[in-house]
């Protein structure tokens, strides 16, 4: 089972939407998917249409052992099942605090599932707490989602510093795979200016033993789309609520290339996300003199934004 923790303490950058629709786009492929709703808010649980109040508490119960996961694990789709969260997640810390091994407890929860399952996701809370450090401890691979905008990296290193302390004092496999730019906006230039300082970022770790040293900004990434934003209040994935549209393709690829990187030969960074409109170059004479001066123009400038668009 691959192992993967859908991580940023911050706040509304596309963590839950990543986890649904990877996850979706997994079991469609037959991939046998396990989602675990580690956020009290309870929304991976609420994007399946599971109504958080009527739970019996999954998470929470798993947390403080006193539930077996498989008995709390709802089949939300064929290939895909939810440990479900509600805001009774919330005392987990708390009630924990006294717990020895606290760190440690969803790892172990786990260990009768490793052959029985091909991908486990875990959403975590918007927090570097005791809940996050679980999920740290359970997964091997680390997906960092990240809105390209000018404080994206505000928080990263803190983020990596965790990530750092779980591979080097609980669990040694643990590593960052890759960050997802999430609601990119291809027509702004500010998303590539982001980009080339994560990268600059992530450059100074390779070649060293960092948990982190071996991630990369993945080649594909997920378009801002309005339909990704209205399809949890229909408790729908994307690939229910609007198969065709660019949130279900980019979705689909990011899918495609956690599972078979190899396979999924692209030309970095140009897969899901279209280019920024072609720039004509006009030669304008100016009237008060011969030389011609070069005008920019965007080919397409009355296009509307991508999150305008109805796709
Ligand atoms: N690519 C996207 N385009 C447009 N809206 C998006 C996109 N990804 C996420 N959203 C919306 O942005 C908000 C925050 O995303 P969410 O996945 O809930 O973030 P997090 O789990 O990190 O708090 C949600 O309302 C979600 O529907
Ligand atoms: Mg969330």
Redesign the pocket.
Known sequence: MRKIAVL?Q???????????NIAAALANMGQRVLVIDL?P?G??TT?FGVDPETIEAGAYKVLMQSANIEQEMLLVRANLWLLPANIDLVGAESELVSVVGRETILREALAGLEDKLDYLLV?CA?SLGLLTLNSLAAAEEVLI?LQPHFLALQGLGKLLQTVELVNKRINPKLRVKGVLL???DSRASLPKEVKADIEQFLDNARGTDSAWSQAQIMPVY???????????SYGQTIFEYEPNCH?AE?YRKVAEFIHNPIAFSVEPFEVAGNEPPPVEIKEVPLSNSQEPVSEFTPAADDTPLE?EQQV
């Open positions: 940023n911050k706040g509304g950058v596309g963590k839950t939407t990543t986890v649904v956020d808010q929304h991976l994007h959403d918007p989602p999430c609601m990119f997920v378009r801002r789309n309005i339909k990704l934003a209205e399809a949890p949130g980019d999150s």
